[in-house]
């Protein structure tokens, strides 16, 4: 299946380092070579590069390691097909504008039945089931919230319940964000670490590259990763649990949502 790779931090920062061994997924250290794309919330905009071609071998995945885009969130996406051609209108992220945002949305698995998702204001560019199951699931937050709530946590309880009415139809992890807030279920994987004061190094488990914390950061700095498999092999990397739905501000957890709340 793909993976994916996401940021959420309280001040803009780069997202090199995990990208640099990211990267070497998309058809070197894993199969996983069928496109990649990545997205920048930085400044108030929104940047996205997609490419059809393996992460691993792309001159413009290099362009990324080699050029610093700061951000406070990111979200990455490795696709190794399942549904739908190898081509661009099939590569993730996708994105969709809702309420004057641009709504960024990754998906890792595989859904059954996604053809009877009735579609209401979106449609689907490309032919797979995450792009459909993007277009549902926005559109039914659309119908529920006309307008943005003034209390977001009604918007963060109904996207739990539609993440896993999507969970039922088979495996859906997902990276979603309006550029506020970074939103990660969990259907079968997803990791995360936080890092903060005192930092230190880090080693990557698929490049022969260290880096230490301590040189690029400040005391005041949160920046917390979540991916698919731990990137890292000398760092404790926590499990998300299967039917919970993390949101994610300025590095930190925001709020919870697990199957008993329900």
């Known amino acids: 299946m793909c993976e994916l790779l996401g940021m959420s931090a309280n001040v803009p920062t780069d ?5 640099s061994g990211f990267l070497r997924r998309g058809g070197d250290t894993g199969p996983h070579g069928d496109g990649w794309g990545i997205a920048f919330y930085e400044q108030g905009g929104y940047r996205e590069f997609r490419d059809p071609h393996p992460s691993s071998a792309s001159p413009i995945a290099r362009l990324i390691c080699d050029y610093p885009i700061k951000s406070n969130i990111v979200i990455s ?3 190794q097909a399942n549904v739908g051609a ?3 209108a099939n590569t993730h992220p996708y994105t969709r504008e809702m309420w004057g945002r641009q709504w960024c949305y990754a998906h890792n698995g595989q859904l059954e039945g996604w053809q009877a998702l009735e579609l209401s204001f979106y449609r689907p ?3 797979t089931d995450s792009e459909h199951a ?3 699931l926005l559109g039914e937050l659309r119908q529920q919230f006309p307008e943005p709530p003034e209390d977001p946590q009604p918007l963060w309880a109904a996207l739990h319940r539609l993440c896993e009415r999507l969970r039922a139809l088979g495996v859906f992890n997902l990276l979603l964000s309006d550029g506020r807030h970074l939103y990660c279920f969990c259907s079968t994987k997803l990791v995360h670490i936080t890092r903060r004061a005192p930092f230190g190094k880090a080693q990557l488990r698929d490049a ?3 880096v230490d914390f301590v040189e690029h950061t400040t005391c005041n700095d949160i920046v917390s990763v979540i991916a698919t498999e731990a990137l890292t092999d000398n760092e404790a990397w926590m499990r998300m649990a299967p039917g919970e739905l993390l949101v994610w501000h300025q590095g930190e957890v925001l709020a ?3 199957t008993a709340d329900l």
């Open 86 to 88: 190898v081509g661009l």
């Open 15 to 19: 997202i090199c380092f995990s990208f």
């Open 208 to 210: 022969d590259l260290v």
């Open 134 to 136: 993007f277009c549902w």
């Open 125 to 127: 560019v490309g032919s």
């Open 77 to 79: 996406h490795i696709r």
């Open 256 to 258: 919870r949502y697990s």
